[in-house]
């Protein structure tokens, strides 16, 4: 399989379908990296050069060599303290202070199947379809001892790497900065590739070149956050869409992360992807293990569409789990643009009848239903149902809703508290304040403790009491604010609570999974600010922003598809004039761009016009129709909606025998030129008929010489072409 270790020459070698990724055990015990890019044979060690370099110190053992230097040569798991004064992926506190760390190999084994990590996501896969490198490396000096572990997927080209931290030493030390991954690369220009944003406006596309100093994203937020996504890629400055070197990494971790990009003073290139330093400070005693979340690598020469899909196929496929992973996800309609806080089980019941008459599956009722809420200062913490409001149980507004035919799901925020609650008053000290202090309040609440296991049991136990309240078959789990005055009372060393918060998400997370597994989560924070890996190994989908105009969300559903399938997107077609911004935009187009994701509405039906009920209805019906192909098919970005007038992206199946095309005009002008598109994933040698045409187009034209783009007069028109093989 993938992974090959040579005795001789001490490198192992990772194969996949199309990449190789070599490291070496050095004559000193460091592990080299000598290698990650497109496929290749033999040894590439003879790519490593020595010199005599001024200012870059050599290790003990080389002796009057000092041409050999750990601020040279490229590595895997660059510690603080051996010589690298590059950014590190480790650095520690020693009991006696000290603050140096020097890892040397010592042992390695290859596994089939997928390592796993004990309370974190991670990449999964069956024993015949994956393999695991554990590679041990030691201080000699402290005792500490560092596993990396390599994960391989070979047939969909992706590596995974994290490590294993064990303490074996006397007395404590403290882990000061974890990275998970490290990749050098010995020379090149490469782009960094990031996505930045804010509460409302997430994933903008950024790309700059890799410069000398740190460049860096990151998030210390206790969430991975609407400012910056923890996935970015290194692209060799010339990649473009479908051709090009390009490196991806996905952080699958929803806490506090950083990843950068530095050129050093030798040219050379090196990323690395972890932790963020800051609030961080783990305490491990003799015995005691840590593990590093993990880092989703992929590396393709096949341009930026071929690395997106490499992530899709894995996150779908390899991250997401349960029933609903690989499934069409029903037709929802959510009640916070419809109504707010303002609502009454009646207008529930409502919803939900007119809901039926445009064939809407599912109902989702969102904030307010519970404790003291109505409005957005009071209540969270109260998890039990305002029957006051609802006008009877909920077990009966359920019953009733699926009575209609209708699924039902709701809205939780578990993590949050309300100064104004019966849980805050019962229990201050559970919230994140700090002694002394007066916390930041954002939305007007406070954060709970979740790193304290009695404090995430008691909100398991009452959501858990909600669920059984009735047949609940989708949960939408929020999070809208940012951590911050971390104090614990459950432990002394305050730099570990916001990883072991997170932990303690998770573990809340798993035991839902486990006891409710026919039910769907939706992940949401604020929209898109908890958006990564690791929440999808938890809510197949997650709410891709609280920003529902369907022009904004191009941008933010374009930046949203490097790293994410269209499976995982949460997007919803609602009102005009819209919420968020108050433009107004066809209900065509909406939906169109509504479908590049898990599609629903969140609007308020009854004050819809007959002839918007009537769209509605076709629009659920072609979604029936594409919705095998939106979901299961290779997904293209078409254009950049940042520099094009129009935006356009395509969907196609994977033996090519058919392909939609989405394209929504970003801009009109008089006398308007044309814009042209190639598509991708088609059969070259086929003949494709367009549905609404009629026209025959061959496959090869299709992909090399494009296609005219019709124009349709009038502002942010939309249209989709359904491109079927034709015999
Ligand atoms: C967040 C979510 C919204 C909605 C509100 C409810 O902002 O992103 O979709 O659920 O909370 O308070």
């Known amino acids: 399989m993938g992974i090959i270790y040579s005795q001789t020459e001490r490198t192992f070698t990772i194969h996949t379908k199309e990449t190789t990724y070599q490291m070496k055990v050095d004559n000193y015990g460091f592990l080299l990296h000598l290698y990650y890019g497109k496929k290749v044979k033999g040894n590439m060690d003879y790519l490593l050069t020595y010199y005599d370099r001024g200012f870059s110190g050599n290790p003990y053992e080389a002796g009057r060599d000092r041409t050999y230097s750990m601020d040279a040569l490229p590595q895997e798991f660059p510690s603080l303290g051996n010589g690298d004064y590059r950014g590190t992926a480790i650095s520690v506190e020693n009991p006696d202070g000290t603050l140096s760390c020097d890892l040397r190999y010592k042992e390695h084994r290859i596994k089939n199947g997928k390592y796993g990590l004990p309370g974190l996501p991670a990449v999964y896969a069956k024993a015949e379809e994956s393999q695991t490198l554990e590679i041990d490396m030691e201080d000699r000096v402290t005792g500490l001892q560092v596993t990396l572990l390599y994960g391989v997927l070979p047939e969909l080209d992706i590596i995974t790497r994290s490590a294993k931290i064990t303490y074996a030493g006397p007395g404590k030390i403290y882990l000061e900065k974890v990275q998970s991954v490290c990749l050098d690369f010995l020379y090149g220009n490469y782009d960094l590739i990031t996505f930045y944003g804010r509460h409302a406006m997430e994933r903008n596309f950024q790309r700059v070149p890799v410069a000398h100093g740190r460049q860096m994203v990151g998030s210390r937020r206790g969430a991975s956050s609407h400012q910056y996504n923890p996935m970015m890629i290194l692209a060799d400055e010339k990649t473009t869409e479908d051709a090009g070197c390009g490196y991806a990494l996905s952080f699958v971790y929803s806490g506090n992360f950083q990843g950068e990009a530095q050129k050093d003073q030798f040219n050379q290139t090196r990323v690395l992807m972890g932790l963020n330093e800051e609030m961080f400070r783990y305490p491990l005693e003799t015995g005691e293990t840590f593990y590093a979340p993990e880092v989703i690598l992929s590396f393709t020469d096949q341009g930026l569409n071929r690395l997106s899909q490499n992530l899709h196929s894995c996150i779908r496929h390899h991250v997401c789990r349960g029933k609903y992973k690989e ?53 969270l913490g109260d998890w039990y149902v305002n029957e006051e409001k ?186 005009v004039p819209n919420h968020q911004t108050g433009r107004k935009v066809s209900m065509k187009t909406r939906g169109i761009t509504a479908m590049a994701g898990t599609f629903g509405y969140e ?125």
């Open 327 to 379: 499934v069409v996800r029903p037709v929802l309609i959510n009640s916070w643009e419809a109504a707010y806080f303002d609502f009454t089980g009646e207008m529930i019941y409502e919803l939900a009848k007119q809901a039926k008459e445009v064939n809407i599956e599912m109902l989702v009722m969102d904030d307010g239903w519970f404790g003291k809420r109505e409005d957005d200062n009071s209540g």
């Open 390 to 575: 609802l006008g009877g149980t909920l077990g009966d507004l359920i019953r009733r809703i699926n009575d209609l035919g209708i699924k039902f799901g709701i809205w939780i925020e578990p993590e949050m508290i309300s100064e104004d609650s019966n849980l805050y008053r019962a229990h201050p000290d559970w919230a994140l304040v700090i002694p002394g202090r007066d916390p930041v309040r954002a939305r007007n609440q406070l954060v709970l403790d979740f790193s304290r296991k009695e404090v995430v049991d008691y909100i398991y136990g009452q959501i858990c009491n909600v669920l059984d309240q009735g047949n609940i078959e989708y949960v939408k789990w929020d999070m809208n604010r940012s951590l911050l005055d971390i104090y614990s009372v459950s432990s002394k060393d305050q730099g570990r609570i916001m990883y072991d918060y997170v932990l303690g998400l998770y573990d809340f997370l798993e035991r839902l999974v486990r006891r409710y597994p026919n039910m769907l989560i939706e992940g949401c924070s604020g929209g898109g600010g908890r958006f990564d890996a690791g929440m999808l190994y938890y809510t197949p989908q997650i709410w891709c922003s609280d920003n529902t105009d369907a022009v904004d969300r191009l941008k933010i559903q374009y930046g949203t598809s490097f790293g994410y399938p269209v499976s995982a997107v949460g997007s919803h077609v609602s009102a």
């Open 603 to 727: 609007l308020d039906l009854g004050a819809l016009s007959s002839e918007d009920k009537e769209e509605i209805k076709k629009q659920i019906s072609d979604y029936h129709k594409f919705a095998p192909l939106i979901q299961n098919g290779k997904y293209f970005r078409l254009s950049n909606p940042y520099q094009d007038e129009i935006c356009a992206w395509e969907f196609a199946s994977e033996d090519g025998s058919e392909a939609l095309l989405n394209v929504v005009m970003q801009q009109i002008h008089g006398n308007m030129t044309v814009n042209y598109v190639k598509m991708y994933g088609l059969k070259a040698g086929a003949m494709y008929q367009e549905e609404n045409s009629g026209k025959v187009y061959s496959g090869a034209a299709l992909m090399e010489a494009g296609l005219p783009l019709p124009i349709e007069f009038g502002e942010y028109q939309g249209y989709q072409m359904h491109f079927v093989i034709y015999e």
